[in-house]
T-cell receptor
């Protein structure tokens, strides 16, 4: 059973389109995250949710809207896609927020390509 | 906020040699220091972590050291093997957030 799963694995779309990435964790964790990894491999946090509540929004454009329908799911919707949005997006989860939460479990990633 | 610097950005070693990756952090409130390994096409995976009340931790060929006074911590891999080739990330965890370093691409040459 996959601990953190994401769909789709690959997403190719044109500028201006709207797309969504879904994430689910079956670990019973309270906290979920979205990270963006660019071509230089930098791993940057975008959002974190704790018990379905938004905790961290790291100055991400408001074209990105996360939604957590329940503790096990954290989806990412992106409006009006731009070339600079091309990256690999990782979902992750941990027992609690921050350092108290210990290990973060990462999904396999979604490679988004905007043309 | 927390700032984590990681060096070197790339590292090549011969199989069997040791590899050392170093990180510094800025926020003295950080108390959790994990290391992640990311293989090609996969998500990062935890390989070892240390909390601020411990100075050193070892797990087989991997060890991590922490110097709280100097705010730096290091990953040591001994007897490197080709399967150790990957990107390694350090991170520093505080109350609400874990901040990742910029990554080190390790290449182990057979």
């Amino acid at each position: 059973d996959t601990a953190v799963s994401q769909t789709p694995k690959y997403l190719v779309t044109q500028m201006g389109n709207d797309k969504s990435i879904k994430c689910e964790q079956n670990l019973g964790h309270d906290t979920m995250y979205w990270y963006k990894q660019d071509s230089k491999k930098f791993l940057k946090i975008m959002f974190s949710y704790n018990n379905k509540e938004l905790i961290i929004n790291e100055t991400v454009p408001n074209r990105f809207s996360p939604k957590s329908p329940d503790k096990a799911h954290l989806n990412l919707h992106i409006n009006s896609l731009e070339l600079g949005d091309s990256a690999v997006y990782f979902c992750a989860s941990s027992q609690q927020l921050g350092g108290r939460g210990g290990e973060q479990y990462f999904g396999p990633g979604t490679r988004l390509t905007v043309t | 906020g927390e700032n984590v610097e990681q060096h070197p950005s790339t590292l090549s070693v011969q199989e069997g040699d040791s590899a050392v990756i170093k990180c510094t952090y800025s926020d003295s409130a950080s108390n959790y220091f994990p290391w992640y390994k990311q293989e090609l096409g996969k998500g990062p995976q935890l390989i070892i972590d240390i909390r601020s009340n411990v100075g050193e931790k070892k797990d087989q060929r991997i060890a991590v050291t922490l110097n709280k006074t100097a705010k730096h911590f290091s990953l040591h891999i001994t007897e490197t093997q080709p399967e150790d080739s990957a990107v390694y990330f350090c991170a520093a965890g505080g109350y609400q957030k874990v901040t990742f370093g910029t990554g080190t691409k390790l290449q182990v040459i057979p």
